[in-house]
């Protein structure tokens, strides 16, 4: 794809990458055919390729509007299309750039405005997220039915072990997860106990950064990072084998500190070395020796669903599947797996009615098989696919602690 930059980005870090990507472009329009929002609306502008196609209008200099807003918006960020692009356009940073370019020359109306300062002030903040989740249980009775449907309950935190192994490893709390499912991580903990590993978190870490980055707030995520990076690289420079995130929203991101700070010459080193020390749960599982957790097989039928960040961001799909089934666990076949569930950090809140015919889609796949449960392993999905008297949903990681035997 021929470019010609505005002199406004033309040489900066931003245009050169942006250039890059849209130069690698050949609007073959693979992508269109994977995409989760092409497929429900049927608008090119909706797609990859018609996105793509309105950056670079705005990129070589054309005024952003509210339309063009609107369909970088609309975007899930799932990147399908990158899993099925043949040229390897890295559309998500592309999208990255448009976006941030696009807020700063529109202006959204004040209720917009309003709702995604509230999402930036109080989801990443667990006491403050807590103390809304409280008043908003203690006005239950009078709210809404659909918001009293997707309110979701505040975690109770159980002991797990705190024996010292040898060997250590961090996990990162986040913040939704912490205060609606902090069994996720305590799970991973009883789990990695039993394989002689201690899982430790460091205080003053807590939100990766993703909601900040996703909603074009830069220089917040940015913060975020240094805050987290200043928290961790101590602790992994003092013998720390890994940073364990067991969200997989979480662990993309993370993955992406060497990119988000290249441009910091204060931190880039420094974000290189953490990114490279986050892990997905089935990248430390499946390298290890599984059978001190004993394992008892369940033929309980379940589905898995692979979040977009697992299969498309990390590159890691089909893992969890493989790992569940040689441990015992009986799979169904879900159709279209690699399409989204409507979740997408904050999309559920921003662009609901998108968002819950997504939902819809993918719980119609999932429930195909018949299963009795639907693991995943994402808290922002599980908490989105959830329903009430619907199938169970629950993170991979808590279901091998359940069936895990007594030690060997």
């Given at each position: 794809?021929?470019?010609?930059?505005?002199?406004?980005?033309?040489?900066?870090?931003?245009?050169?990458?942006?250039?890059?990507?849209?130069?690698?472009?050949?609007?073959?329009?693979?992508?269109?055919?994977?995409?989760?929002?092409?497929?429900?609306?049927?608008?090119?502008?909706d797609g990859p390729r018609g996105r793509i196609y309105q950056i670079k209008g705005v990129l070589e200099g054309e005024p952003a509007s509210d339309?063009?807003?609107?369909?970088?918006?609309?975007?899930?960020?799932?990147?399908?299309?990158?899993?099925?692009?043949?040229?390897?356009?890295?559309?998500?940073?592309?999208?990255?750039?448009?976006?941030?370019?696009?807020?700063?020359?529109?202006?959204?109306?004040?209720?917009?405005?309003?709702?995604?300062?509230?999402?930036?002030?109080?989801?990443?903040?667990?006491?403050?997220?807590?103390?809304?989740?409280?008043?908003?249980?203690?006005?239950?009775?009078?709210?809404?039915?659909?918001?009293?449907?997707?309110?979701?309950?505040?975690?109770?935190?159980?002991?797990?072990?705190?024996?010292?192994?040898?060997?250590?490893?961090?996990?990162?709390?986040?913040?939704?997860?912490?205060?609606?499912?902090?069994?996720?991580?305590?799970?991973?903990?009883?789990?990695?106990?039993?394989?002689?590993?201690?899982?430790?978190?460091?205080?003053?870490?807590?939100?990766?950064?993703?909601?900040?980055?996703?909603?074009?707030?830069?220089?917040?995520?940015?913060?975020?990072?240094?805050?987290?990076?200043?928290?961790?690289?101590?602790?992994?420079?003092?013998?720390?084998?890994?940073?364990?995130?067991?969200?997989?929203?979480?662990?993309?991101?993370?993955?992406?500190?060497?990119?988000?700070?290249?441009?910091?010459?204060?931190?880039?080193?420094?974000?290189?070395?953490?990114?490279?020390?986050?892990?997905?749960?089935?990248?430390?599982?499946?390298?290890?020796?599984?059978?001190?957790?004993?394992?008892?097989?369940?033929?309980?039928?379940?589905?898995?669903?692979?979040?977009?960040?697992?299969?498309?961001?990390?590159?890691?799909?089909?893992?969890?599947?493989?790992?569940?089934?040689?441990?015992?666990?009986?799979?169904?076949?879900?159709?279209?797996?690699h399409l989204c569930c409507g979740s997408a950090g904050t999309y559920s809140i921003l662009q609901p009615t998108l968002s819950a015919q997504l939902?819809?889609?993918?719980?119609?796949?999932?429930?195909?098989?018949?299963?009795?449960?639907?693991?995943?392993?994402?808290?922002?999905?599980?908490?989105?696919?959830?329903?009430?008297?619907?199938?169970?949903?629950?993170?991979?990681?808590?279901?091998?602690?359940?069936?895990?035997?007594?030690?060997?």
């Amino acid at each position: 794809m021929q470019t010609q930059l505005a002199d406004y980005i033309r040489n900066s870090p931003q245009g050169r990458e942006a250039n890059a990507i849209l130069r690698s472009c050949v609007h073959c329009g693979f992508c269109t055919a994977t995409c989760p929002t092409y497929q429900l609306l049927g608008d090119e502008l909706d797609g990859p390729r018609g996105r793509i196609y309105q950056i670079k209008g705005v990129l070589e200099g054309e005024p952003a509007s509210d339309r063009v807003r609107e369909h970088l918006d609309r975007c899930l960020t799932c990147r399908a299309c990158e899993t099925t692009c043949p040229s390897g356009v890295q559309y998500g940073h592309l999208l990255d750039i448009g976006r941030a370019i696009v807020e700063r020359q529109t202006r959204r109306p004040l209720l917009q405005r309003l709702q995604r300062q509230a999402l930036l002030h109080v989801m990443p903040h667990p006491a403050r997220f807590t103390a809304l989740l409280r008043l908003a249980h203690g006005m239950k009775p009078v709210l809404p039915s659909a918001l009293r449907a997707k309110l979701p309950a505040i975690g109770h935190t159980e002991p797990v072990p705190t024996q010292p192994h040898a060997r250590y490893m961090l996990v990162l709390d986040g913040c939704v997860q912490q205060v609606t499912d902090p069994a996720i991580n305590q799970a991973a903990t009883r789990l990695l106990d039993r394989l002689g590993i201690r899982l430790g978190s460091v205080p003053q870490a807590a939100c990766c950064g993703a909601l900040a980055h996703h909603l074009s707030a830069g220089e917040q995520a940015r913060e975020t990072a240094r805050r987290n990076i200043d928290a961790w690289l101590p602790e992994l420079e003092a013998g720390a084998e890994a940073l364990l995130v067991t969200a997989s929203g979480c662990a993309v991101h993370l993955k992406d500190y060497g990119h988000l700070l290249a441009d910091d010459p204060d931190y880039a080193d420094k974000a290189a070395k953490v990114a490279a020390a986050a892990l997905d749960p089935i990248e430390l599982l499946e390298r290890e020796d599984l059978a001190a957790l004993a394992i008892e097989p369940d033929p309980t039928p379940l589905a898995f669903h692979a979040p977009c960040t697992l299969q498309h961001g990390e590159r890691l799909a089909g893992r969890v599947e493989t790992l569940l089934g040689r441990l015992g666990f009986s799979l169904t076949p879900v159709p279209d797996a690699h399409l989204c569930c409507g979740s997408a950090g904050t999309y559920s809140i921003l662009q609901p009615t998108l968002s819950a015919q997504l939902r819809d889609n993918k719980l119609a796949a999932l429930n195909s098989g018949s299963p009795q449960r639907i693991a995943t392993a994402n808290i922002g999905c599980l908490m989105h696919l959830k329903e009430p008297g619907g199938t169970p949903v629950q993170h991979w990681l808590e279901l091998l602690a359940e069936r895990m035997g007594p030690a060997p």
